[in-house]
């Protein structure tokens, strides 16, 4: 059966963050009108509004929110309430200045913008359910409530804190995780350079020092600093539960861009099941040297429906310009509903964005909006209100599954440590990398899910590995069980290096992969900056090579013709038991990486559409089918493919017309 993520909207969701209390109350009442004629019907309210509903400790002012709600009510909104707890008010940090989060060189910040407290702080923690309950108490049972917002964007501004609190709250952690300090030591590797601890008030969180930090050290902070802030999201999400019970709650994530601060693998089982769902926040980032902005859309949109492992929900993205970067580009015409119907396409149950009215003051009033500056005369208006429309006769999508055929895996563990001090060369970071393999798909018009190591792979077909450097045994043994069960593998360089401990596996390069792969490397020969290598197939490698041989059994598809490690394999393919596992050597460029990826099996959703044309299915499990059709491309596109668009009524037999910057949704 399908499960509906917000029961207390019909169709799907639109509308945005609403801040009333940055407006006065005059302006309410219209903000209710337009919302109507956008068809705007789930607004997010509170996220900041902490100074706004308790102005002094333990003083509740909630008579504002009331007619807030009631105000919604009214209109037909529905309300994604938020517990209002991502920005503690001047009041509280000043009564707690040991509240304040603390750099890795010692200085405390102070209040002044958001999200300013220390995730470890107790009165932090206890100053932010209080006031949860306080809201779920009052609320529960208004009939505008449609779901619970806890916080906003964990992690976004202070995912790490290095005060002492949070230091024996670092402790507290490595013991559960290590028991004894011996095996803290021979986890952390501490006989190099005289780092041995001998009792565990010596332990405190990798503050700067002097050199090169311990990589492990480093790498069991960021687990415990993702985890000290699933805690606080378990706190407040349990006890919504329980007082508002039947609700669904939620936070919005950040699966986006090069923010990976957060193991969001940890997080989602977390977000899913009964009363739960998974939302996520998007923003573009103009020239991205990888990924063009539709298909940075689409990556944060697979990522995020494969935490969800199904529908999910856009919490939070731009109609128009961010105010956050050195340059804020306007979004063409067109380019907002485009973007919002991608991450439809991908799996989203609707469309909501930051925010419903552009501020007037403050740190983002150059933040685009659904209700611009310039108010209902604009393209943007007119832009939200076609969208709303769109949204309208896109319901009957609800509930739809996005079915990929191709993973690729993302471990943040595994991107932590080889972004970890003193690498072989600083150019192997992880997530960007991943990102180029997921926009290399994406151009070719595959669609694909993101997983874990250890997840069950055996639905796909074929499963990417761009970038593992650190992966366990057992993890390992399920990449092996997968291929030999007849699946495809295709692994990229620096990957299989470390255990989780981020201990090199001795006797060869790709350690947990040399088997499985048929390779040996006894040495790295990393390119200089932009440096590039020739293979002989014609294709161009970059970043990084390596002094390696294939093993009987194992398949030479290209070599080095040129660079350091010159008549070295550099792509290689084995057989292993029904299946089959490829290994790349060196970072492909881009179009030999597609070509390489299309060989192992990588197919297009809808073969035959030209560039620029995206094209994404999402089916219900009765077979009720809908072909997304988003054309980027400056001139109309005509693709074989047929039925009626859900956006216009038009029926098209066998070809379709996407008019340039358009979509068109078929029933099929
Ligand atoms: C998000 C945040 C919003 C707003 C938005 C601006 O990160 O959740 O509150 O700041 O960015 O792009």
């Known amino acids: 059966m399908t499960r509906v993520l917000v029961p207390r909207v019909n169709g799907l969701c639109y509308g945005g963050d609403y801040n009333p209390e940055q407006w006065p109350e005059e302006v309410w009442a219209e903000d209710a009108k337009l919302m109507r004629e956008a068809g705007v019907n789930l607004a997010t309210v509170g996220v900041f509004a902490w100074s706004a509903l308790e102005p002094a400790p333990g003083r509740y002012e909630f008579g504002w929110l009331d007619r807030v709600l009631d105000l919604l009510h009214g209109a037909g909104v529905a309300v994604d309430l938020a517990t209002a707890t991502a920005s503690p008010p001047p009041w509280f940090s000043h009564r707690y200045p040991e509240s304040l989060p603390v750099d890795a060189d010692g200085r405390r910040l102070t209040y002044g913008s958001r999200q300013a407290f220390c995730p470890s702080s107790p ?17 529960h049972d208004h009939p505008a409530l449609a779901m619970w917002h806890v916080h906003n964007e964990y992690g976004c501004h202070n995912p790490r804190c290095y005060c002492d609190v949070s230091a024996a ?45 311990n990589p492990t050290h480093l790498l069991d902070f960021q687990r415990f600093c993702s985890d000290a802030l699933l805690a606080l999201f378990k706190a407040e999400r349990d006890l919504l539960h329980r007082r508002s019970p039947g609700v669904p709650v939620t936070t919005n994530l950040m699966a986006t861009g090069n923010f990976a601060v957060l193991d969001y693998w940890r ?27 539709a298909a940075q859309v689409a990556y944060g949109a697979d990522r995020t429906r494969s935490l969800a492992g199904g529908p999910w929900l856009l919490m939070e993205h731009s109609t128009s310009a961010l105010s956050w970067r050195p340059y804020n580009p306007a979004k063409p015409p067109g380019q907002l509903i485009r973007d919002s119907l991608s991450h439809v396409a991908r799996g989203s149950e609707g469309a909501l964005f930051f925010q419903w009215r552009a501020s007037r003051y403050g740190g983002e009033k150059w933040h685009s909006a659904m209700v611009p500056h310039a108010g209902t005369d604009s393209k943007i208006w007119r832009e939200v209100v076609t969208l ?61 899910d993101f997983a874990h190591p250890a997840h069950d792979l055996s639905r796909y ?9 650190l992966i366990d045994d057992a993890a390992a043994a399920n990449l092996h069980r997968y291929a030999a069960a007849g ?52 294709a161009t490698g970059r970043v990084w090579t390596e002094h390696a041989r294939a093993e009987a059994g194992t398949t030479v598809l290209a070599s080095y013709a040129d660079g350091p490690v010159a ?59 809908y072909l997304f059709l988003l054309n980027h491309a400056g001139a109309d596109a005509v693709v074989p493919a047929s039925g009626v668009d859900l956006l ?21």
Not at 464 to 469: A, G, I, T
Request: overall charge negative; glycine content about 10%.
């Open 388 to 448: 709303g429309g769109h949204l309208q006769r896109l319901a009957e999508v609800r509930g739809a599954t996005v079915r990929a055929q191709v993973a690729i895996l993302f471990d943040h563990e595994s991107a932590w440590a080889s972004d970890g001090p003193s690498q072989p060369s600083a150019e192997m970071s992880a997530v960007p990398e991943i990102r180029r393999w997921h926009a290399a798909l994406w151009r070719m018009g595959v669609t694909a």
């Open 567 to 625: 008549n070295c394999p550099a792509i290689t393919r084995r057989s292993v038991g029904a299946g089959t596992a490829y290994y790349l050597g060196t970072r492909l460029a881009d179009a030999d990486l597609a070509a390489l990826l299309a060989s192992a099996g990588a197919q297009p959703a809808l073969p035959g559409a030209p560039p620029g044309l995206e094209a994404v299915r999402r089916a219900h499990d009765d077979g009720r089918s």
């Open 487 to 538: 699946g495809t593998l295709v692994i990229g360089p620096y990957s299989g290096i470390a255990d989780e401990r981020d201990h090199v596996r001795l006797g060869g390069y790709p350690g947990a992969f040399r088997d499985l792969l048929g390779v040996y490397v006894d040495e790295f020969f990393p390119l200089p900056p932009g440096g590039t290598v020739s293979l002989d197939s014609g």
């Open 123 to 139: 009165a932090y923690r206890q100053a932010a359910l209080a006031l949860a309950g306080a809201l779920a108490d009052r609320y």
């Open 461 to 469: 077909h074929l499963v990417l590995v761009p970038s593992l450097y």
């Open 648 to 668: 216009t009524g038009a029926t098209w037999p066998d070809r379709v017309t996407v008019p340039a910057g358009g979509v068109v949704v078929l029933r099929e």
């Open 169 to 213: 709250a670092f402790r507290d952690w490595l013991r559960d995780r290590y028991r004894d300090l011996a095996t803290l030591n021979e986890a952390w590797g501490t006989a190099f350079w005289s780092q041995r601890y001998t009792g565990w008030e010596q332990v405190q969180p990798p503050r700067t020092t002097t050199t090169t930090p």
């Open 267 to 293: 997080w989602a089982p977390e977000m899913t099941g009964k009363d739960r769902l998974v939302s996520m926040d998007h923003y573009i980032v103009p020239g991205d040297p990888v990924a063009p902005p």
